[in-house]
Nanobody
Framework: QVQLVESGGGLVQVGGSLKLSCAASGRTVRVSAMAWFRQAPGNERDFVAAIRWNGRSTNYGDSVNGRFTIARDNAHNMVYLHTNSLKLEDTAVYYC?????????????????WGLGAQVTVSS
């Protein structure tokens, strides 16, 4: 079992930045891909970013590519999402997830463990 706790969400103005963190506990996640997804009210949970188990490959959703950066610290079982140039449409609950695979998949079904989410609200 893996427990995931997100932090760092909040209220930010358009064009601003936030750093989201996700702490994993339980079994090690060092050999697992990790990812961020997000869900806005009334929408599906969408892929944001994923990172390979060793950090050597990343994958981003089209809407955040070039603005967000995913990183991980395997020594501390942490994954991060650096968000920049935030837009109103980035407002959502952001979820951290751990995969059963090693590669940075965008597919939601490949992720077995999920956190409870962190709210990010972008205001004008």
């Amino acid at each position: 079992q893996v427990q995931l706790v997100e932090s760092g969400g909040g209220l930010v103005q358009v064009g601003g930045s936030l750093k989201l963190s996700c702490a994993a506990s339980g079994r090690t996640v060092r050999v697992s891909a990790m990812a961020w997804f997000r869900q806005a009210p009334g929408n599906e949970r969408d892929f944001v970013a994923a990172i390979r188990w060793n950090g050597r490959s990343t994958n981003y959703g089209d809407s955040v590519n070039g603005r967000f950066t995913i990183a991980r610290d395997n020594a501390h079982n942490m994954v991060y999402l650096h968000t920049n140039s935030l837009k109103l449409e980035d407002t959502a609950v952001y979820y951290c997830a751990v995969s059963r695979l090693r590669g940075a998949s965008w597919q939601k079904d490949s992720y077995d463990y999920w956190g409870l989410g962190a709210q990010v609200t972008v205001s004008s």
